[in-house]
């Protein structure tokens, strides 16, 4: 059937990433298993976190990522200032601080937008150099960049694969000749499946407004099905409805897929309905983390403004 | 699969509507109108030798308007084209006439000559970050007086009788160089539409962040465009040289003007991401078409130039209009 040879390229990259969680905790069981089974990703995700959504083991085992004393500098501006961070299996982590803070920097740097000036990035315990965000995704990381990163003046399917377009094989490879059907056929699916409402996936993203456009942007990165979700503010801008909408997608993904996240929000609320642990950061040094049930909005407040002495940082 | 397009139409006021029509047929319908206006006013205008002229004269302008559609489509400009046309023609008529070489040298050796002069243009922009309309104002000189210097004050005349296929040649009724031309923009059209080097062109010109965000090797592919419109250029001055049987020392010169006039005209956009290849095909006719109408009608060069700049800037005003629009 049609529809393997593009998904297939995800599950080997994807069944890699497992791979090397597998080899990162041996001390776990099932492994074995799920490495032979190398058909679906979805399934094999799902299987896998339930042996180990318990608090306890998720602590025991390597995490999908470990930042350790990254820094960054532009010109005279350190962006970031030896920042650690580590997310594991399934966690979703808040990351606030106010503007300017280095947020969007740090994703970026984990995204293989900014090689960082110091320090390293591990990907289930594998040190990795990203050089382009392409590398980044192939180790199953994806993002929705703060200003979206769409082509407005592309459709829905043409922004869902750009960078990875699905192409004809065979002998009429090297052209490179895309399969529109195809991709407007998953793409319409994926949409479908996360019930995101759009006036049209054949129209530009140039006509959607901007809850519509944040909702492919995150209804894209899901499409994929890597192993790590970076969102930058992606529910800045929004109205109330629109961002309820945004809200409800991650959570929904949160729960049936157990993507890893990292949400950057400076909405407290949002931060609260969604994640499990909270890492601050303060112009350009990370000065608390915590978890959220430990914590509350007041006491984030504080480390966001300095109000608080650090605390529980690492 | 196409009914859902439809739905998409409350989101669009009545200008963005008419603009986007505009987009589909508005050129057309000039271009149609423009030619029964000449019809009227001179009936030579529809001789089928004339319109045989007509196409003649467009391809020469058209190829490299062909590939000029990447590389605006990219957002980007390049000013050199005039240039590479009379240096590659003027390559070949040397390669036969002063340098011995034969009917497969002179081809190939100018279009690898102009894909190299593109090759230039893109990877000093691209690398250097330098505007491209810098950097081909530099280039256009550099290959003018390159043009110049092989010439040594004289035009080169008298081609192989096969050369000369390439400008005079006819297939069946229709000029060999019209083959090259509507080839070319079929193929263009091809890639543009169908594979992962258009929908990259597209993507870059469209939102240049977005795409380095997505992987797409940005850099490499603005080179790769300037390249194809490099080759097309040598095209062009190999159709140029071969139908006047010599290389002129000025040919091309203000070839920029008519070549990015139909691409504009055509409906792209000078800003990136929007437009196509057989917009700029029917660009091409356009200003081809008004050129000859106004030969027919006996009107001045100077006059012509002035009316051929106007409608550049028109086309460019529209352009502008239309962006207005449809990003508000
Ligand atoms: N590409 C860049 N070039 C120069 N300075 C930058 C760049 N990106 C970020 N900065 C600077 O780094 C600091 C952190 O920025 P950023 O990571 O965007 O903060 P946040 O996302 O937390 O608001 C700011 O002072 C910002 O001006
Ligand atoms: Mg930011």
């Known amino acids: 059937m ?77 962006a970031l200032n030896n920042v650690s961070l580590e997310v594991h299996r399934g966690e979703i982590k808040g990351l606030v601080g106010d503007n300017g803070a280095g947020k969007s920097t740090l994703i970026k740097i984990i995204a293989g937008v900014y090689p960082p000036d110091g ?50 094989g065979g002998l009429l490879k090297p052209l490179k000749l895309m399969r529109l059907g195809e991709m407007q056929k998953r793409a319409r699916q994926a949409i479908e499946d996360l019930h995101v409402k759009i006036p049209a996936i054949t129209s530009q993203v140039r006509w959607m407004s901007g809850g519509q456009r944040q909702a492919v942007a995150v209804a894209r990165s899901a499409f994929w099905k890597g192993q790590l979700l970076l969102l930058d503010e992606p529910t800045a801008a929004l109205g109330v409805e629109e961002s309820g909408e945004v809200m409800r997608l991650l959570k929904n993904l949160a729960t049936e897929q157990k993507i890893s996240m990292i949400v950057i929000s400076h909405n407290l609320e949002h931060v609260w309905s969604l994640c499990d642990s909270i890492d601050v950061l303060r112009q350009g040094k990370k000065v608390a983390s915590v978890r959220k049930d430990e914590t509350t909005p007041e006491e984030v407040v504080g480390f966001i403004t300095g109000a608080h002495a650090v605390a529980g940082s690492k | 699969m196409n009914k859902s397009v439809n739905n998409v139409k409350p989101e669009k006021s009545l200008t963005q509507s008419f ?30 030798l004339n319109i045989i002229n007509v196409i003649r004269q467009v391809s020469i302008i058209g190829v490299i308007a062909v590939g000029m559609t990447f590389v605006i489509l990219l957002g980007l400009i ?112 091809w890639i543009l539409k169908r594979t992962v080097f258009g929908r990259y062109t597209y993507s870059i010109g469209g939102n240049p962040e977005a795409a380095l965000l997505s992987g797409i090797q940005v850099d490499s592919h603005k080179v790769k465009c ?74 001045q060069p100077y006059w012509q130039m002035i009316v051929r700049g106007s409608i550049l800037i028109a086309a460019l005003l529209m352009d502008r209009l239309k962006r207005r629009f449809l990003e508000q």
């Not at chain 1, 407005?152 to 192409?167: K, Q």
């Open chain 1, 2 to 78: 049609g529809a393997g040879c593009g998904r297939r390229v995800v599950v080997l990259t994807y069944s890699r990433q497992e791979l090397f969680a597998h080899h990162g905790n041996s001390s776990l069981a099932y492994g074995t298993q799920n490495e032979m089974d190398g058909e679906c990703l979805g399934k094999k995700k799902k299987g896998g976190t339930s042996l180990n959504s318990t608090d306890t083991e998720t602590a025991t085992q390597t995490p999908v990522l470990q930042v350790r004393n990254v820094s960054k500098r532009f010109g005279g501006v350190k």
């Open chain 2, 78 to 189: 390049d000013l050199s084209v005039g240039s590479i046309v009379a240096f590659t023609g003027m390559i070949a008529a040397a390669l036969q006439v002063k340098w011995g070489g034969g009917l497969f040298l002179s081809i190939t050796i100018p279009l690898l000559v102009g894909t190299g002069i593109g090759f230039f243009n893109g990877y000093v922009s691209t690398k250097g970050n330098i505007h491209p309309f810098i950097v081909t104002l530099g280039t256009m000189s550099i290959f003018r007086g390159a043009t110049l210097l092989v010439a040594q004050g004289r035009p080169i005349s008298g081609m192989n009788p096969e050369f000369r296929y390439i400008g005079g040649g006819m297939v069946g009724a229709i000029p060999f160089p019209v083959i090259l031309f509507i080839g070319s923009v079929i193929f263009a059209g």
């Open chain 1, 119 to 168: 320090g390293e990035v591990l990907i289930n315990g594998e040190p990795v150099h990203f050089s382009s965000p392409r590398d980044a995704r192939k180790y199953g990381i994806e993002t929705v960049y703060q200003n979206l990163a769409l082509s407005e003046n592309l459709d829905v399917p043409s922004n869902f694969f750009l960078g990875r377009e699905l192409v004809v």
């Open chain 2, 226 to 299: 300037f390249c194809i419109l490099g080759f097309l250029g040598g095209l062009s001055g190999l159709i140029l040289t071969s139908r006047l049987n010599s290389a002129e020392m000025l040919a091309g010169s203000g070839y920029e003007l008519d070549v990015i006039g139909a691409v504009i005209i055509g409906g792209t956009s000078l800003f990136g991401g929007e437009g196509g290849v057989y917009g700029t095909l029917v660009g091409a006719l356009l200003m081809g078409s008004v050129t000859n109408g106004l030969n027919l009608l006996g009107v």
């Open chain 2, 19 to 48: 603009f986007i029509l505009w987009d589909r047929v508005g050129i057309l319908l000039v271009f149609l109108v423009v030619c029964l206006i000449f019809g009227i006013l001179t009936p030579r205008f529809f001789h089928p």
